[in-house]
């Protein structure tokens, strides 16, 4: 999932339940408590762009989309898979087969039923090639859901079976461990077909955007507020108890931090890099680890006009993306900019992943000595690409979302790495919204990036970095690198239909060994998360996989 700053069945999953204490104002703790009947307040800190569950790609989206739509299966406290709107399932003997039974009182927000139909609706318009959601592979775990999804299978050829109204059939093409895991996920959400289809402003009101899950939606001002409110027709509202969430979008990060402070928001998603030491030593700011990795995503599309002629030689070249990814200086990045315990990386899946033998299996391509930036090293290998000293390559543009102070922090420690070996650098900002689209058209150079799990397993981290089909650049889902190498997609291909688990983590290793060898991407760091909750606020569940949810909160 992408992420602005900086899912599942799983044991190994690290959550959160905050309890935190928050300071409001500045005379202090404040003693008085919120009115439990207003809705809690929670600053996202970005522009949503969409709400869409097929089309969202964005922790922040996927937030709003969790706590308003329940899938088969929910994430609880431990991010562990359990039941959601299925009460039940079976699982074949060859593991390929799964049967879901659907609660009968799971009802719509506008009190009609939810019907298998919902899902197998939902999941083929995500897989509809018409749709481009960027997270269509996704679901190619179902059987002849990708060649659906390019065309080469009819919609009823797809795996997914409608049995009756309460039990849906699954067939998947090959064992995949974390299958329950993904059913909590975004794009698994149910959708009425009445309700989507020929309506494209159907996220936008309350009487279009019709949900299962704890809260519904009332109103939405554009730019600035998503209004929920508790729904009554949730199977489990009696076990929620609080009226309802407003997620407010404001991107100034000191901005959101006072208002926190004066008690008209009650928890912020992200804290001023210059507030988290002494925040944390008031209490009022919380550090949580977070499955993700922050990374550079260079454009290394050999086949679009987008990039001038000099500049795609220099970024079509290994060595030379090598010697920007060897130059960076990652401990100033951790020590100066971010602050929140963030670990220095130079491997694209971060630590918090284990194989079938215990051990973690994040592999670091540099020493760690090497992530105070090895410069001399970076410079033999712009001599050995033909640029000795920087000279003859092209001055390139570096670009980040301007939210916040943070990222460009950041990028001006890279751009500082970078001129010391001779590589001149432009940093240029766009807003949340505009920058994501633009870096999903291909149309940069450089830009920073950012990676969330979707459930505890390498596979969410590698099979993003898969080809796609050129002239088709809904095809290429999250590959924004427009990474294209046969042998890597040969390996995650390899990985993901083969049951053995040894051998299915052996394969993801070399996987990210040629990934890593290649350097599409530039690893930073681990990422972890800080929040700012109101003192009153009790029971909020800050998942590792990024999204944070408000069904099990309570108000004191």
Same mark, same amino acid.
């Given at each position: 999932m992408k992420l602005r700053k900086i899912k599942s069945l799983c044991t190994l999953a690290i959550t959160v339940t905050i309890c935190a204490g928050i300071f409001a104002g500045c005379g202090g703790a404040s003693e008085g408590g919120k009115d439990a009947s207003k809705p809690l307040v929670y600053n996202v800190g970005a522009v949503i762009e969409t709400i869409d569950p097929a089309l969202n790609t964005a922790v922040e989206g996927s937030t709003v989309i969790g706590n308003a739509f329940e899938g088969l299966m929910r994430l609880d406290e431990n991010d562990k898979a359990i039941p959601g709107v299925a009460e039940s399932y079976?699982?074949?003997?060859?593991?390929?087969?799964?049967?879901?039974?659907?609660?009968?009182?799971?009802?719509?927000?506008?009190?009609?039923?939810?019907?298998?139909?919902?899902?197998?609706?939902?999941?083929?318009?995500?897989?509809?090639?018409?749709? #481009?959601?960027?997270?269509?592979?996704?679901?190619?775990?179902?059987?002849? #859901?990708?060649?659906?999804?390019?065309?080469?299978?009819?919609?009823?050829?797809?795996?997914?079976?409608?049995?009756?109204?309460?039990?849906?059939?699954?067939?998947?093409?090959s064992v995949t461990p974390y299958f329950l895991g993904l059913t909590a996920f975004a794009s698994y959400m149910p959708l009425r077909e009445d309700v989507v289809e020929g309506n494209n402003t159907w996220t936008e009101k309350g009487e279009t955007y019709i949900s299962n899950g704890p809260f519904q939606l009332k109103e939405f001002k554009m730019k600035d507020s998503y209004e929920f409110v508790k729904n009554e027709n949730y199977w489990n509202k009696d076990n929620i108890k609080i009226s309802g969430i407003t997620y407010k979008m404001v991107a100034d990060e000191n901005t959101s931090y006072a208002t926190l402070q004066n008690g008209?928001?009650?928890?912020?998603?992200?804290?001023?890099?210059?507030?988290?030491?002494?925040?944390?030593?008031?209490?009022?700011?919380?550090?949580?680890?977070?499955?993700?990795?922050?990374?550079?995503?260079?454009?290394?599309?050999?086949?679009?006009?987008?990039?001038?002629?000099?500049?795609?030689?220099?970024?079509?070249?290994?060595?030379?993306?090598?010697?920007? #990814?060897?130059?960076?200086?990652?401990?100033?990045?951790?020590?100066?900019?971010?602050?929140?315990?963030?670990?220095?990386?130079?491997?694209?899946?971060?630590?918090?992943?284990?194989?079938?033998?215990?051990?973690?299996?994040?592999?670091?391509?540099?020493?760690?000595?090497?992530?105070?930036?090895?410069?001399?090293?970076?410079?033999?290998?712009l001599a050995k690409a033909g640029y000795p000293e920087g000279k003859g390559l092209p001055k390139f543009e570096v670009l980040y979302n301007s939210e916040g102070d943070g990222h460009r922090k950041v990028m001006e420690i890279i751009q500082q790495n970078w001129k010391e070996i001779g590589v001149q650098v432009e940093l240029k900002n766009q807003e949340w919204a505009v920058f994501l689209n633009t870096r999903n058209k291909g149309d940069y150079q450089i830009a920073r990036h950012g990676?969330?799990?979707?459930?505890?397993?390498?596979?969410?981290?590698?099979?993003?970095?898969?080809?796609?089909?050129?002239?088709?650049?809904a095809s290429w889902g999250n590959n924004d690198a427009h990474f294209n190498n046969k042998e890597y997609d040969e390996l995650i291909e390899k990985a993901k239909t083969e049951p053995d688990q040894n051998k299915r983590f052996e394969y993801m290793r070399k996987a990210e060994d040629i990934l890593l060898d290649e350097m599409p991407i530039i690893p930073l760091y681990d990422y972890t998360k800080t929040y700012g909750i109101n003192k009153n606020i009790k029971g909020i569940h800050a998942s590792t996989l990024g999204q944070i949810y408000f069904d099990r909160v309570t108000i004191e």
């Open positions: 079976e699982i074949s003997k060859d593991q390929k087969t799964y049967t879901f039974k659907l609660r009968k009182d799971a009802k719509w927000s506008d009190g009609k039923p939810v019907t298998a139909k919902d899902f197998q609706y939902a999941w083929l318009r995500c897989l509809n090639k018409d749709t #481009a959601a960027e997270y269509a592979y996704q679901m190619f775990y179902i059987d002849k #859901a990708k060649e659906y999804n390019q065309g080469k299978a009819k919609a009823e050829e797809v795996g997914i079976k409608v049995i009756d109204d309460n039990t849906l059939e699954v067939k998947l093409h008209e928001f009650d928890v912020i998603g992200n804290v001023p890099s210059e507030m988290i030491k002494s925040g944390t030593e008031e209490g009022i700011v919380q550090t949580f680890p977070n499955l993700g990795t922050y990374f550079v995503c260079l454009n290394v599309n050999n086949n679009t006009d987008k990039l001038n002629s000099e500049v795609k030689k220099a970024l079509q070249n290994k060595d030379v993306r090598n010697a920007l #990814a060897l130059a960076i200086d990652r401990d100033s990045i951790v020590t100066k900019v971010t602050k929140s315990g963030q670990v220095p990386s130079a491997s694209f899946t971060p630590a918090g992943i284990q194989d079938p033998s215990g051990k973690d299996f994040k592999k670091n391509k540099f020493d760690p000595m090497d992530f105070k930036g090895n410069k001399e090293e970076a410079k033999k290998l990676w969330s799990a979707d459930y505890v397993d390498p596979m969410t981290f590698l099979d993003m970095w898969v080809s796609g089909e050129e002239g088709n650049q």
